[in-house]
């Protein structure tokens, strides 16, 4: 079964501060790794992908398959990137969302 | 165009009772999913429609819960004798074909419910 893990429930930073959020991930074979945001009052929405090795508000996501991990990345956290992001690989065509981690960027 | 859309936004009910919530999936997308989210939970699968083909049913987490697609258009997802339990967030996602892996998924705003 693929499984999928944020540790972090919460994860505080300040404007400017380097942004990591954690998620791993159980599978067997090449995943394909999404992360979804849900800013405050927003609906749910995809951030990025991971096929698509793109970068979108400035965050970025490196599959790393020998540690299992698909952490999110910015290099300079701004106060309008606090949301809660969810990692999500499919199973299939079903997306397996992971706890979610709330990120909040104190001015 | 028009995401899309759940009704109601917000329902409360006693226990016991049924409730049936509403989705409407973007025009055109032919797979729609329903998901749950408890109140400090991540979201949960239920359940996955993909045009004429059976829904994928193995997320629904007791015979007390079902949902029904008409066609490609609309969707129901139904709980009865409801438990305080089911108190949740319910999303409804669309995405065009549901055939390919990872294919993005858009979310309705969700129908809040809480069973009292």
């Known amino acids: 079964a693929q499984r999928v893990t944020q540790p972090e429930k919460l994860l505080s930073v300040f404007k400017g501060a380097p942004v990591e959020l954690k998620c791993n991930y159980s599978?067997?074979?090449?995943?394909?790794l999404f992360w979804y945001v849900q800013y405050s009052r927003q609906r749910l929405q995809l951030l990025l992908r991971h096929i698509s090795r793109e970068s979108i508000k400035g965050f970025t996501a490196d599959l790393n398959k020998g540690e299992t991990s698909f952490h999110l990345k910015k290099p300079f956290a701004q106060e309008e990137d606090s949301a809660m992001y969810y990692c999500a690989p499919p199973r299939g065509n079903k997306l397996v969302f992971g706890a979610g981690t709330i990120l909040r960027v104190k001015s | 165009g028009a995401g899309v859309s759940q009704s109601p936004s917000n329902k409360v009910t006693e226990k016991g009772k049924d409730v049936e919530l509403r989705c409407d999936p973007i025009?055109?997308?032919?797979?729609l999913y329903w998901y749950r989210q408890r109140l400090g939970q991540g979201l949960e699968f239920l359940i996955y429609?993909?045009?004429?083909?059976?829904?994928?049913k193995s997320g629904l987490p007791s015979d007390r819960f079902s949902a029904e697609r008409t066609g490609e258009s609309v969707s129901t997802l139904t709980i009865q004798r409801t438990q305080q339990e089911d108190s949740a967030v319910y999303l409804c996602?669309?995405?065009?074909?549901?055939?390919?892996?990872?294919?993005?998924?858009?979310f309705g705003p969700g129908t809040r419910l809480l069973v009292l």
């Open positions: 996602a669309s995405s065009l074909a549901g055939t390919s892996v990872g294919e993005t998924q858009y």
């Open positions: 025009s055109g997308h032919t797979a």
């Open positions: 429609f993909q045009g004429n083909s059976a829904p994928d």
């Open positions: 599978y067997s074979g090449s995943p394909e």
